[in-house]
């Protein structure tokens, strides 16, 4: 298996079977920062857990850090969760691995050098990244249909009934009242002493900071007229944001799971 420290040729010089694939590296050396060494290593030394974006493709994964050679200029990263081959390494892919932590996230850009498989393990070099470190602001949102619809269920709403989430994310959440709610519930209104309850999770206490509504008149399309609203959590401590993520995560990767199963019947 691929060490935590060293370079690629002593790394994988002792393994029974190494394949490489992809683009050779590019010679010139990349200007290398002591903070993102720094950033780099500690993610790697830690074995964190890091969210990972690919480009033309809208999936969320995971991986983690193996390593950090600021020397050649180069990260090398596990295969992704789930391994449904999102990545190649035989051309240059642009991929986003994003690591939180709260109100904080590190955002690491590169591409995907290539490939390298050993003794039925595969890992990818990345070319040296661009770092960033941002205040988070968006989150990964979860969109609410199907099997999920009863996993996911706010109560306490006073006088309106909640239909169902529309979706969910660690810092918000998207639901639908029953009627036109909206001389009650607009932007701006606080709804107090609701609870979350998610599949799995302990029930969160929590108020909404309602930030948009409108009303959706469907019935003549064969639909329930409904009021639609969106706001930020409030309340909620930094375990539950965390917990609402992992349940994100799972749900993302359950239906994933299901696409790829369908994806091989069809064929």
Known sequence: MLGASGNASSTVAGAKIVREYGSKPKTEQPEIRQKDYLALFQ???????????????NHIYQTVLLEVNADEGYLVIDEPFPADGVLSGNFRQDVVLEYEREGFSTII???V???????????FRLAWPQVEEVQRRDQFRLDVSGSWVDDIVISGVDGQQVISVLDLSATGVRVAFAGNQVESIYAGTYLSNLTLQLSGCDPMRFNIDITHCHYVPDAELGGIQSTIAGGRFVGLSYR???????????AQRSERRDQLEQAEIAA
């Open 43 to 57: 993610l790697m030394r830690d074995h964190r857990m890091l969210k990972l974006k690919v480009r033309g493709d």
């Open 109 to 111: 850009r590169s591409v």
């Open 113 to 123: 050098e290539m490939r390298i498989e050993e003794d039925g393990d595969k890992y």
């Open 240 to 250: 539950e944001k965390q917990a609402i993520q992992r349940f994100i995560f799972s």
